[in-house]
Each structure stands twice: as C-alpha cells, then as structure tokens.
C-alpha cells in the first residue's frame, strides 16, 4: 500500500519560513523511492491544485513555479524515502493545503501535470499571516 504522508504545516508570519516533509512508503516500482520523480503540489481554497516544484528521482533536477522561484527549495533523502520543501520568506499567497505526489520516473526529469501523478499525500495546511 501505497502511502505520502506530509509534515511540518503550520500558521507563520509574513517574511518566515517552514520546511515541509512528505515520508514516502510502500512504493513498489523498482521497490526503491528513487525511482520516483516526486513533486509538490498547493491548493488554495477555491483554487485550482497547481504544481509548486518537482525533482527528479536524483535530486539533480528541479523546477519550480515562477511564485516562488529563489524563496522555495526542492530536496530529496532518497536513502530514508523522504521528500522535503524548504520554503523561505513566506507571504500570503502562499497560504494553501501542500501535497506531495509521487510518478515512476521515466528518465531523468520531472513534471507538474497533476494528471502525470500516480500517488498523492493527504496535505499539510501552511498559512501565512500578513
């Protein structure tokens, strides 16, 4: 069974900073978390779910969105299955529910199509006061 569970929400003042961690287990593909190409995904309330920052099943690879390009780090423990998003200098519009998603990992990239993703965490709420 297949389970991405999300860490480390919380409610913060503008300009602060949260590290969101997704602990991964029961991926069975290759049997191994690294090959996965995991992702971070927000969802604001009545909002569309958009991609935030995806990584390759190295950790080589990122992209981010535009929003919060130089604010927001991407890393991966592949050793201890463990996903993390760094998030710095928090405003506002960040407020949202954050998953973590996990897709087989079909070379070296990554993406942020939600429909490209086979397994989602359940959220952690992040919300950031002005």
């Known amino acids: 069974q297949v389970e991405l569970v999300e860490s480390g929400g919380g409610l913060v003042q503008a300009g602060g900073s949260l590290k969101l961690s997704c602990l991964a287990s029961?991926?069975?593909?290759?049997?191994?978390?690294?090959?996965?190409?995991m992702a971070w995904f927000r969802q604001a309330p009545g909002k569309e779910r958009e991609g935030v920052s995806c990584?390759?099943?190295?950790?080589?690879?990122?992209e981010y969105v535009d929003s919060v390009k130089g604010r927001f780090t991407n890393s991966r423990d592949n050793a201890n299955d463990t996903l993390f998003l760094q998030m710095n200098n928090l405003k506002p519009k960040d407020t949202a529910m954050y998953y973590c998603?996990?897709?087989?990992?079909?070379?070296?990239?990554?993406?942020?199509?939600?429909?490209?993703?086979?397994?989602w965490g359940q959220g952690t709420l992040v919300t950031i006061s002005a």
């Open positions: 998603a996990a897709r087989a990992s079909n070379g070296l990239g990554c993406d942020l199509a939600v429909a490209d993703m086979g397994y």
């Open positions: 029961g991926l069975t593909f290759g049997t191994n978390f690294d090959d996965y190409a």
């Open positions: 990584i390759s099943w190295s950790g080589e690879r990122t």
